[in-house]
């Protein structure tokens, strides 16, 4: 084990150990680390280059980031589902622009409707909001009708009703039934299209699990970004095995304590805000050359989920297996997409699902970390309009923007 691995893994046992004698304000920062680490959905153990910039130029530099990045900017026609807990879901629709060269229009034969389009939905990730798809909604605005909600107490969404009421666990299954109340309210006819990025494939999976027969009757087509259908407790998060067997000792009792203590801890998560940042970035992206207000722009994200959702989403990941539900795919056009290298769901995992669907696509994305939908989105965008002309979506002849490119590299 590295040093600073061994570190990092000291770090979160001291944090536990902190929790058990009461010591909450000596642990503060210690906490914000191991916060920081499981709110990148990652464990700890992670070096971290040297800061060479003073503290209060990094604070000016990510306020710089967060008024001049345009990520996150777009806004939709909003609308709100309920769970069948009365959890309040809030969802954004993104229709069709009929001057904006999408399919011809029809005529209608003897007073029949005209057929319901194609609606893609988005589900985003763990930690994350619907603004996660940033640049893949600004590619397919206009072209093609398109949903993008936020996860239960995820983004703009309310707080999960069982979680605070009945204090019950949260579940991936739960998740899906959560999909499925925003398909009825934002969806209730034609066909779909279900994208999903790591937790939001999974709920896709419990969609299909609870649900066979609306992927069977209305679902045209599938993308599995980033995911996994199970097994996510054997991932090593890059860390040798005695710093993954640290981590996954400690990692639960750190987060129930943690979560007990959401306003303190958040003061120490603010404190930690440069090592907070240098992990995200290591757990989220791998190229080197990431412009920097997407990097912000994720970290911004993630900094808006308070620890106690961190806490009460991260066991229902252990438990997620819905491997027998890819099966309701079988028939679908299905892209599975990963970066390679993905510390948070490995790509192996991606390459199983493959190998259960063996007419999917299977894109594996060079240089490429978890949020491989920010770091290389012209090649999700990509695949995914290719996806979207396959089942019907879009025309063939339709131009779909190949928006933007988070890399500051400049052409050669």
């Given amino acids: 084990m590295s040093e600073s ?47 060479t910039v003073g503290r209060g130029m990094r604070q000016k530099a990510r306020l710089a980031l967060d008024s001049a990045g345009p990520y996150g900017a777009l806004r939709g026609t909003p609308g709100k589902a309920y769970a069948d807990d009365g959890t309040e879901l809030y969802y954004e629709v993104d229709e069709v622009d009929p001057e904006g ?18 609606t893609v939905v988005f589900s985003h990730g763990y930690c994350l909001s619907q603004d996660s798809w940033h640049f893949q909604r600004a590619a397919l605005r206009g072209v093609v009708r398109t949903v993008h909600w936020d996860q239960r ?28 109340a925003v398909v009825d309210a934002a969806v209730p006819d034609g066909p779909i299209v279900l994208v ?29 970004v980033g995911t996994s259908s199970g097994r996510l407790g054997e991932v090593n998060f890059g860390l040798p095995v005695a710093g993954v067997n640290a981590v996954r000792r400690v990692l639960p009792g750190v987060l129930k304590a943690l979560g007990q203590r959401a306003e303190l801890v958040e003061k120490g ?4 805000a440069d090592l907070f940042a240098g992990i995200i970035k290591r757990y989220s992206f791998a190229s080197r050359d990431v412009d920097p207000a997407v990097a912000r722009f994720a970290e911004r994200m993630i900094e808006g989920t308070p620890i106690d959702v961190v806490a009460e989403f991260y066991p229902a990941f252990t438990d997620h297996d819905k491997t027998d539900a890819l099966a309701h795919f079988r028939e679908l056009p299905v892209l599975v997409l990963a970066g390679v290298q993905d510390l948070v769901t490995p790509s192996e995992h991606s390459e199983a699902i493959a190998d259960l669907l063996p007419d999917a696509e299977l894109v594996l994305v060079p240089d490429a970390g978890h949020l491989v939908m920010l770091e290389h989105p012209e090649v999700v965008t990509d695949r995914l309009a290719d996806l979207l002309t396959r089942a019907g979506a879009v025309p063939a002849g339709a131009t779909v923007g190949g928006y933007g490119s988070s890399s500051t590299a400049q052409p050669r």
């Fill in 5 to 51: 691995s061994a570190e990092a893994v000291a770090a979160v046992a001291s944090a536990t150990g902190a929790a058990a004698t009461g010591s909450w304000r000596r642990a503060t920062g210690i906490a914000g680390v191991a916060i920081g680490v499981v709110a990148a959905g990652a464990a700890a153990g992670v070096a971290i280059e040297r800061l």
């Fill in 101 to 118: 060269g999408g399919a011809p229009r029809r005529r209608r034969l003897f007073g029949r409707k005209a057929p319901a389009p194609v």
């Fill in 153 to 180: 107490s995820h983004g703009r969404s309310g707080r999960g009703v069982a979680q605070v009421q009945e204090e019950a666990p949260l579940s991936i299954d739960q998740l899906g039934r959560d999909l499925k």
């Fill in 196 to 224: 999903g990025h790591s937790m939001g494939g999974m709920t896709m999976m419990a969609l299909a699990a609870q649900y066979p027969e609306l992927i069977r009757e209305r679902v045209v087509a599938v993308a599995l």
């Fill in 269 to 272: 998560r603010r404190a930690t």
